[in-house]
C-alpha cells in the first residue's frame, strides 16, 4: 500500500466510520498540499574478520520543493559502528 493510500484508507476511515466524531473529521478535500518533500535512502555495508565487526551506514537525504521541483537541500553522512566479538564464543 502507497503512502497516498493509506491516507485515503484513513481519511474514508474518519467520514465513514460511526466511531470517529463528525465534527473532528478530517473532510474530503479540505487537505493543503505539501510544500516540500524530504526522501533519501540508507544503505549499509558488514565487514567482519576474527576479532570485530564493523557496520557501515550511509545515510542520504534530499528535500525537494513541489512547486518547482528544484532540490532546496541535500546531504549525505556515514556512520561506522564497530561491535567486539567475544573471546569466549558465547
Do not use: C, H
Not at 512547486?67 to 559502528?81: H, M, N, P, Q, V
Amino acid at each position: 500500500m502507497t503512502r497516498v493510500e493509506a491516507v485515503r484508507e484513513q481519511l474514508t476511515f474518519q467520514n465513514e466510520d460511526a466511531l470517529v466524531n463528525p465534527a473532528t473529521a478530517v473532510a474530503f478535500g479540505q487537505q493543503i498540499g505539501a510544500q516540500y518533500m524530504l526522501y533519501g535512502n540508507l544503505s549499509s555495508i558488514v565487514k567482519t574478520n576474527a576479532d570485530k565487526s564493523d557496520v557501515y551506514y550511509k545515510f542520504t537525504m534530499r528535500l525537494m520543493d513541489m512547486k518547482s521541483g528544484l532540490i532546496e537541500w541535500a546531504d549525505e553522512t556515514e556512520i561506522r559502528k564497530t561491535k567486539e566479538k567475544s573471546t569466549f564464543g558465547w
